[in-house]
């Protein structure tokens, strides 16, 4: 899960262009959206869905069920663990 | 005075006459387009479906036509701009020179006296074209404008609003509560503004006035209070001293996804204006992108000289949180003055109001 | 009118108010944006994810509104935006035909960049600015056409306006300055060959 986690880190600041952060800034537990954290928005909440088909051929196709997957590193490795094919 | 006339449309669904009765029998605009989506879908659009014309000719047919309707040779005098409003232009020719283009071949074909404005601003080009029109007329730098409406489908434009879920998978349905997106379309509009009525074949209406405003808050999504489209009408108004209460009808944006139109929804209520009879006229059009400011000016011309609201194609239940006076049938009733109001990506808004000849 | 403030930025040398102000790395030419911004020690996380077309109108915008105190006291809707370029967002368009086309995976991310105004919303943004915009594209650099939007926008909708010319291709030619009335000469009026002149200044 930990390798899983850190492969998440590295694509999320390839996929949304974080060149500012390294994996070391991203917080397994910390809230990815919003003013603290990374402050990502609607659109990379998109991009994460791409993500996820991308490298993991998890297909979301409710972009509401994002909200909850993507709420951290540990909530989207525990959905990919889950649903990953 | 700034008059606005010889508006014509040339689209999937005919020319304006033909839009105009359509729309006024509740017939759909759009069609099911077999697999035009990204991985298979089949997505309603407003698309020509035979005899699909090139940018380049639709362009040239649709001011051909407005010519038909306005005073001859007026398109090579040397007091005339050509306006074109395009988000993508053509295409065909490569990115960079997609927009530039097809003003240079108008420029060549029609022999025109000045190289063609070009406005690309998302999907308030055509308001904001019109806009411009109006200010070059009234600061003497030109006595017309031909302000001309165009941009087509492709994969480009549906993969890439498709890859923002911003398409619905059915016919669409602006301002209500089942809507789940656009529909895109696509076609041509143009409009004729001059300081003088005698280049039109029939009457005109007058340019009262227009402006833009930015949202200053995300670059695709709307804003949560609609803070630019109410500044933006809140200008207009101002310019042309009009009051809410002089308004007979309201052409909205109406894209039908469901943060576009909560906010025009809110914006509209900031202002007082919820019992104003409102449409979107993209329920029958489709999105037609940086045609859609000019197209649906045409249409809002067209329903002026008719005195006829026309019903908001896919409408059935309020689907904003506060409400508004969406029109579900064909009502005649006299249409002195008319506001036209458009968004985009980038947070721009534009607006513009029309009022019939004292 | 008067110019207050202007940015030029050609190839890779970067002038501000006609004065040398920095100069790229000739060795590295595409990475002039991120030095620029480097340099500028701005932070600005949304930077990054800007296209290279919003970047350079950015970081001109930057530069001219650090040089220009003036701006600071117009209200949020006194200024409007006037910007062209000859290209468009072409560098996006075909960052994000290649994401559907190579990658088979279309990115939302870039296309919300296939729009040539989205610059004027990220400026909009930054500074908080509601007034008014118009993006043109013209086949090439017009100071005639600035002048005469000068004329339009001042004073019935805009107090002062900032324009910029934005090409990023073949060459990054950038031009952003500031421009309020001036109470010795006409209000709305901005000779061309003022414009002109300050665009020729490339070094």
Known sequence: MDNLKEELKKHLITQLNLENNTPADIKDEAPLFGDSGLGLDSIDALELIVLLDKHYHIKLTNPEEGKSVFYSINTMAEYIEKNKK | MIYIGSETIIGPNGNLKDCFNKIAEKKSGVSKITANGFNGESFYCSMFLENRPD??????????QLLQKSKAKLLTEESTLLIISTTKGDLSNGFENAIVSPAKFLYDKFKLKHFPFIISNACASGVMAINAAAAFIENNQYQNVIVLGV?????????????????????????????????LGEGAGAVLLSSSKDVFTSTPVCFLGGSSSNDANHISGPSRTGEGLFRCINKTLNASAIKPLDIDFISAHGTATVFNDEMEAIAFNRLDMQHIPINSFKGFTGHTLGAAGVIET????????????????????QGTTVELNLIKEVVSTSLTTVLKTASGFGGCNASLLLQKIR | MKITGCCRIYQNEVLLNGKKYFTGDNKQPGELSM?????????????????????????????????????????????????????????SDERFNHSYKVEKSPSPAQFVYTLPNILLGELAIRNKWYGENLFTIL????????????????????????????????VIDVFVFFAEANSETSQGSLDSKLIEHWYNIIK
């Open chain 3, 35 to 91: 030095q620029l911004y480097r340099f500028l020690k701005k932070e600005y996380p949304k930077f990054y994810k800007m296209d290279l077309l919003t970047k350079m109108g950015w970081l001109a915008t930057e530069m001219v509104c650090q040089t220009t105190p003036e701006i600071s006291k117009f209200a949020d809707d006194e200024i409007a935006l006037i910007f062209a370029n000859s290209h468009s967002c072409s560098e």
């Open chain 3, 139 to 170: 086949p090439q650099f017009s100071a005639e056409h600035f002048s005469s939007q000068a004329g339009i926008f001042v004073p019935q909708k805009a107090k002062a306006i900032l324009c910029g010319w934005v090409n990023i291709f073949p």
């Open chain 2, 298 to 317: 045409a249409l809002c011309i067209a329903c002026m000289h008719e005195n006829t609201l026309l019903p908001s194609a896919g409408y059935h239940n």
């Open chain 2, 55 to 64: 940018f380049n000719t639709l362009a040239t047919q649709v001011i051909e």
């Open chain 2, 151 to 183: 941009d087509m489908i492709s994969d480009f434009i549906v993969y890439g609003f498709q890859s923002l879920y911003a398409i619905s998978d059915e016919p669409c349905k602006p301002f209500d509560s089942e809507r789940k997106g656009i529909n």
